[in-house]
């Protein structure tokens, strides 16, 4: 009976062993992407954002056939070895509810995901991605997910124009920021936007983001924008950017619960 500590002990290292816990918040950069049809491979030429809080997951990337953007936000959980994504938005479809169930497997340096039946024009294929870890030790209060409630166009002419109805997404975690709009053009229909990169604190109110891909490649990729940031409670705060030429953007933001 002297030995039965022992014995549990040993055993409860075993468990955890076969059966890790896994632990998804951070930014990843996938670094590939296969889509198999059953037969063969196809190698997809993407560079993804995928962003992980505590509740919400976001992913943001070029099409690959246009210049606009492919995004998607939900609710994830971890159950059984595996992530579940409840997906409430995608640029393809809108507002939508499905689930997309992952087997994740942890590699040295981030992990690697597959979807078994990813439906496309009536055929189930099999998506396989690798990310890396970009995450770093910074944390912040805005890490987390946000909706913009409305923005403030001031033009350096003193004009403005208020959009009380934007439909924006914007998630902060482990130093990265990634933000996707979507809207409609001149014949009504629906595109999306997206940027993402590293994000640093620059003192008590202001932010300083570095845009390393994006929808506009020549006009917002490689360059830094201060953002000045002013919290209204714990889950409202407003973002402030100056331009270049005098206009200035505010936007509103509240937290997803």
């Given at each position: 009976m002297k030995n039965l500590p022992a014995l549990s002990f040993v055993l409860l290292m075993i468990s955890c062993a076969t059966n890790p816990k896994i632990e998804m918040i951070g930014a990843y950069q996938?670094?590939?992407q296969v889509l198999n049809d059953?037969?063969?491979d196809s190698?997809?030429?993407r560079k993804q954002l995928k962003i992980y809080t505590d509740k919400y997951f976001m992913y943001g990337s070029p099409n690959l056939t246009d210049s606009f953007a492919n995004f998607g936000i939900g609710i994830y959980e971890i159950k059984n070895g595996k992530v579940y994504e409840y997906r409430f938005y995608t640029a393809e479809e809108g507002e939508r509810s499905d689930t997309l169930v992952l087997d994740i497997e942890k590699t040295y340096n981030g992990y690697k995901q597959i979807i078994e039946r990813i439906p496309i024009g009536g055929k189930n294929y099999k998506l396989t991605e690798e990310y890396a870890s970009v995450s770093t030790?910074?944390?912040s209060p805005l890490d987390g997910a946000?909706?913009?409630l409305r923005n403030i166009y001031t033009k350096a002419s003193g004009d403005s124009s208020v959009n009380t109805n934007p439909l924006e997404y914007k998630t902060f975690q482990s130093g990265y920021f990634l933000w996707a709009i979507?809207?409609?053009d001149s014949t009504n229909k629906?595109?999306?936007v997206f940027g993402y990169g590293p994000f640093d604190a620059v003192g008590n109110d202001k932010i300083r983001e570095s845009v390393a891909n994006s929808t506009f490649r020549t006009g917002l990729v490689g360059k830094k924008y201060e953002v000045d940031i002013k919290f209204t409670g714990n889950d409202?705060?407003?973002q402030t950017i100056t331009f270049a030429n005098g206009d200035k953007s505010t936007e509103v933001y509240q937290r997803l619960k």
């Amino acid at each position: 009976m002297k030995n039965l500590p022992a014995l549990s002990f040993v055993l409860l290292m075993i468990s955890c062993a076969t059966n890790p816990k896994i632990e998804m918040i951070g930014a990843y950069q996938m670094t590939s992407q296969v889509l198999n049809d059953g037969s063969k491979d196809s190698i997809l030429d993407r560079k993804q954002l995928k962003i992980y809080t505590d509740k919400y997951f976001m992913y943001g990337s070029p099409n690959l056939t246009d210049s606009f953007a492919n995004f998607g936000i939900g609710i994830y959980e971890i159950k059984n070895g595996k992530v579940y994504e409840y997906r409430f938005y995608t640029a393809e479809e809108g507002e939508r509810s499905d689930t997309l169930v992952l087997d994740i497997e942890k590699t040295y340096n981030g992990y690697k995901q597959i979807i078994e039946r990813i439906p496309i024009g009536g055929k189930n294929y099999k998506l396989t991605e690798e990310y890396a870890s970009v995450s770093t030790d910074q944390k912040s209060p805005l890490d987390g997910a946000w909706k913009q409630l409305r923005n403030i166009y001031t033009k350096a002419s003193g004009d403005s124009s208020v959009n009380t109805n934007p439909l924006e997404y914007k998630t902060f975690q482990s130093g990265y920021f990634l933000w996707a709009i979507t809207v409609k053009d001149s014949t009504n229909k629906k595109t999306s936007v997206f940027g993402y990169g590293p994000f640093d604190a620059v003192g008590n109110d202001k932010i300083r983001e570095s845009v390393a891909n994006s929808t506009f490649r020549t006009g917002l990729v490689g360059k830094k924008y201060e953002v000045d940031i002013k919290f209204t409670g714990n889950d409202t705060y407003a973002q402030t950017i100056t331009f270049a030429n005098g206009d200035k953007s505010t936007e509103v933001y509240q937290r997803l619960k």
